[in-house]
């Protein structure tokens, strides 16, 4: 098969002007960290980006107490009219710094420009528009109880983010949390801070009272001393199972409250009757979308027996068009690995594969000599024991399974500790909403997969944590009463 | 000369059946003395529930859970407003039982059942009501049916109130159980006879066996086992307020390698304070064991 040459067509960096080292962002000003400094690269290059500040148990610390100050003194005493007219602000400075956002995202992260430009930023902005308009109407956005007054909110929010898709991330955490009325300590990924520091002088652009938002750097040292500080309220967590129940642990037998977004091994199951065209395109953008580092990905294929050859011969020849390489290409469909521990993750896990009896297949396609990658890589003959079918990998990697009828399907689906996401293809509407209620999976794709939006709830069930973002439902976990 | 009555053995409530325990133990339980220093009445023998049982009893209630959960709701609301009926029926021993146990008044106890009841009403009718207060269309930016709806979790485990014997423990197991989960209640340490009452209700209505499983014992004993339970999706805490030798954050922490679903009893810090049961409760319990599930579909021509 031809497969078309496409001239580079590379997205600027002009747009980025990098500090050589960034502090801490705290009580609305950048603060020079007293203890020790590490880099964040371009995973692409492993180029130097920037030095940031490791925020030690003292500089979380200042932190939560310049958001505590913060919301006494100023943001519990605003409107929520104008509480909301902040948050309208920086959603418009979002807009209009998008694309500086999304050259930085892509170099810090290694993710392709076309989808931070496309996905991150702008669904960044919207989750700031939405919850903007939340800050003057809280008192509807929870069933008023008997005697029904305003919720109120929780106080100091302690917001601990991944580096899969860095500003999303925060605007999940940060929108919500300040339209209910909270202020906020931030601690983004240690190998993605920037888009967050960049972010903070936004704030600052936005004149945002001091404290509101805060920005600690760090690794899980960091975000351990934020989960055990007492002056936080409520920690809200997107990252892996391990360490969600980590912090569940860590707050029990205290008052301070959780949402915890964690791991997934998400089941896309393919009937023999699904418009095949776009289940394989459903298939790719479910698990090689953003490298597959994404929770919800859809990183177990379930393919009716009587299509399996079918739909495996479509998605090999789907996969041999993708572009791996430069993020900065806007050409490129597939970046770079956000770090060597994971590629090396990645790696182990598809060795286990390998030596667990499933059969092995990637694109052979190049791929660059610096950097991190990883070719999209697709494992057939899986079965249900292997650990490749059980545990999340957060890369390119396809685990295929095969079954027979509609209850194999729901039963191999359901058969791990996770229940983050499921995605079903197939014609028939009856099976499709049958289906959706026997998925043990907070969110179900029916003929669509990896959509989002900032009014619609997301979240686990089982082992992929509790609570939702996005929604009401998402708003109600920042509020005092039913929400948690 | 009067008559000679007949004397009720209780026993624990596990899939639908009235089991002793496996243990073969029972444990002495007192009425509510009327005035300090007198002679404590002993009302029964009541089982003392195991390890073993508390297993069993989460058996029966996964076993249970996919067909209450699949239910309609409207079946699920009549099976649950049948209770309440049933109640009605039990009403002169429901008041002798809680008169034994709490130590208060008749006119008190009476005014006590009653709002048992009519709390058990108040839940049964939100059973297909609450899907759409909870649930709700998302209008999403493209196009999609975006639908979010709320499911139960599975199983739940309920620590019953220690002090209000019935009202407390109604108030706790029906809006865990008319949202589709099932549960594991272990009732009130020294205060389990209305518990055992209400399980013969729940045996003589359509409710399913497994659906409720009362466990009358200890709860420090038994708390721990089903915290940790790997099929146990909910953990009411509430009734941790003054149970002897219940730590409620360590049953939180053995909880958290399951990341079950934690419901932290009433109070501030460290204390556990039971609630006053009888102002009307809201959604919050009902909020706490279920997920909500989101359903994406295209719309096109």
Known sequence: MTVIEYAPAPESRALVRLEASYGLFVGGEFVAASGPSFATINPATEEVLAQVSEASAAGVDAAVKAARTAYTRVWSKLSGTDRGKYLFRIARLLQERAREFAVLETLDNGKPITQSRDVDIPLAAAHFFYHAGWADKLAYAVPPGPGGSTPAPLGVVGGIIPWNFPLLMLAWKVAPALAAGNTIVLKPAETTPLTALLFAQVCQEAELPPGVVNIVTGAGATGAALVAHPGVDKIAFTGSTAVGKQIARALAGTRTSATLELGGKGANIVFDDAPLDEAIEGIVGGIFFNQGHVCCAGSRLLVQESIADEVERRLKRRLATLRVGDPLDKNTDVGAINSRTQLDTIAGLAHVGEAEGAHRWDTGCALPEQGFWFRPTVFTGVTQTHRIAQEEIFGPVLSVLTFRTPAEAVAKANNTPYGLAAGIWTEKGSRLLWLADQLKAGVVWGNTYNQFDPTSPFGGVKESGYGREGGRHGLAAYLQGEGH | ?301
Not at chain 2, 39 to 68: C, F, I, Y
Not at chain 2, 97 to 114: F, I, K, P, Q, T
Not at chain 2, 233 to 255: I, P
Request: charged fraction near 20%.
């Open chain 2, 1 to 301: 000369m009067s008559r000679i009555d007949v004397r009720k053995t209780y026993k624990l409530y596990v899939g639908g059946k009235f089991p002793r325990s496996e243990s073969g133990r029972t444990y002495p339980v007192y009425a509510a003395p009327a005035r300090s220093g007198a002679t404590p009445r002993l009302l029964a023998n009541a089982a003392a529930a195991s390890r073993k049982d508390a297993r069993e009893a989460v058996v029966a209630a996964r076993a249970a859970q996919p067909g209450w959960a699949g239910a309609t709701a409207y079946n699920r609301g009549q099976v649950l407003y049948r209770v309440a009926e049933v109640m009605e029926g039990r009403r002169e021993q429901f008041v002798a039982d809680v008169r034994a146990a709490e130590g208060v008044s008749a006119a008190r106890a009476e005014a006590l059942v009653s709002a048992a009841i009519d709390r058990w009403v108040w839940y049964a009718g939100w059973s297909d009501k609450f899907t759409q207060v909870a649930g709700g269309v998302n209008p999403v930016a493209g196009p999609f049916f975006d639908v979010s709806v709320p499911e139960p979790v599975g199983v739940v485990a309920i620590l019953a109130p220690q002090a209000s014997s019935l009202l407390g423990l109604v108030s706790v197991l029906a809006p865990t159980i008319v949202t589709g989960n099932t549960a594991v209640v272990l009732t009130s340490a020294t205060r389990p006879l209305p518990a055992v009452t209400l399980a013969e209700c729940l045996a003589t209505s359509d409710v399913p066996g497994g659906v409720v499983n009362i466990l009358t014992g200890d709860p420090a004993e038994m708390a721990p086992w089903l915290a940790s339970h790997r099929d146990v999706g909910g953990l009411d805490l509430t009734g941790a307020a003054d149970a002897a030798g219940v730590d409620w954050g360590a049953l939180e922490a053995s909880a958290a390698d399951t990341l079950t679903r934690v419901l932290r009893p009433g109070g501030t810090g460290a204390e556990a304070v039971e609630p006053d049961w009888l102002p009307e409760p809201g959604l919050g319990r009902m909020m706490r064991f279920v997920d909500v599930k989101t359903v994406w579909h295209p719309k096109g021509r």
